[in-house]
């Protein structure tokens, strides 16, 4: 699959506005970025959520730098034959990632059907 890094930026920003509003709003300081490379000793990673979730913060957590929501293009790219499934499988990857800075844990994103 091909896909300029605009017009993938571009759907993973499609993929965020899905998210419904009350739970953008309760989003805190995090940032959603694209990577072209999943780290090398998971080349095969779709997306990292970097980070201390929602539900661990305490007082504590002040002045912290953002977390980090990553999106890896190429791996997304290599396993997308064409434009819908890359829609779908961003969109999948989004929520997987936003999920964890909720403080959802894969276990639970599985046993959802989120992969």
Known sequence: MEATAEEFEALVVDA???IPSEL???M???VV???ENA???EPDLLGLYDGVPLTERDSTYTFAVPDRILLFRGPLLAMCTDADE???EIGITVVHEVAHHFGIDDASLHAWGWG
């Open 39 to 41: 780290p090398a000793d």
């Open 24 to 26: 953008a709003r309760l």
């Open 33 to 35: 970025l694209v990577e």
């Open 16 to 18: 965020l506005d899905t």
């Open 86 to 88: 890359l829609v779908e």
């Open 28 to 30: 805190d300081n995090v």
